[in-house]
């Protein structure tokens, strides 16, 4: 069945943060995250939970170990949309469309917006600090894709 004109649903984005202006209409938060990933300064992001909206824009400064690819599990969100921001250095992807998924690992978590697939990724890439991912829940994702340590923010958006 085809979507009326107007009505597609968004399928990830991969950007530079100097064009983020050109998605801020996509949702009515997405400027507020926006406006905080331009004014954040890495050095001085303290790790942890920022809360900018209850229930609305959640903004999480990770500091994580990467993994393999064959350790990472793609993950999907309904309620949420994620934009990743890695800033000290690159970060690996790996992106299915989630209407193709068929190998859950788990059931739907309502308390953390999250479901885990045991898939294979139809696409690999990598993102590099200044650059940007948008997950909508139409998109099956897998990040921290590398070897070392990374500090990226992970921005969660209600979906409009």
């Known amino acids: 069945m085809k979507s009326a004109p107007g009505t597609e649903p968004v399928i990830m984005i991969i950007a530079s943060l100097s064009d983020s202006a050109r998605y801020e209409m996509l949702n009515p938060l997405f400027r507020r995250a926006f406006d905080f990933i331009r004014e954040a300064a890495p050095a001085a992001l303290e790790t942890g939970r920022h809360v900018l909206e209850e229930d609305a824009l959640t903004v999480m400064v990770n500091e994580a170990v990467m993994k ?93």
């Open 68 to 160: 393999k690819r064959e350790n990472a599990r793609m993950e999907v969100h309904d309620r949420f949309i994620d934009i990743h921001v890695p800033l000290s250095r690159e970060e690996g992807f790996m992106w299915k469309e989630r209407a193709a998924l068929e190998k859950p690992s788990e059931p739907f978590s309502r308390e953390k917006d999250a479901q885990h697939y045991d898939d294979a990724p139809d696409t690999s890439f990598v993102v590099r600090p200044g650059q940007f991912a948008i997950f909508f829940p139409e998109d099956a994702h897998a990040g921290c894709i590398g070897e070392g340590k990374i500090l990226k923010l992970v921005i969660k958006v209600r979906t409009a």
